[in-house]
């Protein structure tokens, strides 16, 4: 297939939502694919007890049922606009996961929202952006929050 390929990585966030848009507006323009990924970090599995010694349903099990509703959410984007979306839930460190996935499926372009906030004098970027950006070998594109 000709055009870009973008890999998306995506959380509940505004940002990522707007980067996933960005994405699928590009394919429908240009040609291309996009993976959209989300990752559980491997602490995410706990079971929680309540004040009565009984389980609730497992955190992970939430967790889980998010991403993929934001997983569902972008593959919707892409069916908006004739876009094929190809989806991935990985497990383990969000940095180890997301370069591991980018080698295998080779990007040309990993997009990632802007969530974070480092500390004074830092980049107005997220720690996982930073760190995508210093090594990764692919353009990294940090898209904001869309404005209000």
Known sequence: MS???LLICVDGSRAALAAARYAVATVAAQGGEI??????????????????GRHQRPAAAR???SVQAMLHRVTTLGDDREVAVDTAVLR?????AILEDAREWQP????????G??????????SLAMHLIEFTEWPVVVVPEPAE
């Open 3 to 5: 055009g870009f390929r």
């Open 92 to 96: 383990g460190d969000p940095l180890r």
């Open 108 to 115: 040309d372009l990993i997009l990632v929202g802007r969530t």
């Open 35 to 52: 993976r959209a990924v989300s990752v559980l970090e491997n602490g995410d599995t706990a079971r929680q007890v309540d004040a009565r």
């Open 117 to 126: 906030r480092s500390g004074p004098g830092s980049p107005m970027v997220g």
């Open 63 to 65: 967790l889980e049922q």
